[in-house]
C-alpha cells in the first residue's frame, strides 16, 4: 500500500505561482510513476501532469510551458510547480502513483486561482 500526502494549495491571484508537494510512502518510489490530476466542480478528472521512474514527462497541453513536473527520490516527493496560473486552474489536485499495475490516490489539496 502506498500512502500519499499533497500540500501546497491555496489561493493565489491570475498570474501567480504555486508548488505542490506529494509525499509517498514506500520503499520504491523511485520505480513508481508519478502524476498530477486535477479534478473542478462539475467536470472529468483530468490529467494534469505525469512523469516516470525514468524522469521522462508528459503534459496536458493546457498547462504545458506553465507547470513543471519533477520528482527528488531521495525525498520520495514529487512536485508541480504552476506558474502564470489562471482561474481556468483552479481544481483540487491529487497526486497519483502507479506502481506493478495499481493505482494509489492522495486526499487532493484545493487551488484557487482569483481573477
Known amino acids: 500500500q502506498v500512502q500519499l500526502v499533497e500540500s501546497g494549495g491555496g489561493l493565489v491571484q491570475a498570474g501567480g505561482s504555486l508548488r505542490l508537494s506529494c509525499a509517498a510512502s514506500?520503499?520504491?518510489?523511485?520505480?513508481?510513476?508519478m502524476a498530477w490530476y486535477r479534478q473542478a466542480p462539475g467536470k472529468q478528472r483530468e490529467l494534469v501532469a505525469r512523469?516516470?521512474?525514468?524522469?521522462?514527462?508528459n503534459y496536458a497541453g493546457s498547462v504545458k510551458g506553465r507547470f513543471t513536473i519533477s520528482r527528488d527520490n531521495a525525498k520520495n516527493t514529487v512536485y508541480l510547480q504552476m506558474n502564470r496560473l489562471t482561474p481556468e486552474d483552479t481544481a483540487v489536485y491529487l497526486c497519483?502513483?502507479?506502481?506493478?499495475?495499481?493505482?494509489?490516490w492522495g486526499q487532493g489539496t484545493q487551488v484557487t486561482v482569483s481573477s
Open positions: 497519483n502513483a502507479a506502481y506493478r499495475g495499481n493505482g494509489y
Open positions: 514506500g520503499s520504491m518510489f523511485s520505480s513508481y510513476a
Open positions: 512523469i516516470f521512474s525514468s524522469g521522462s514527462t
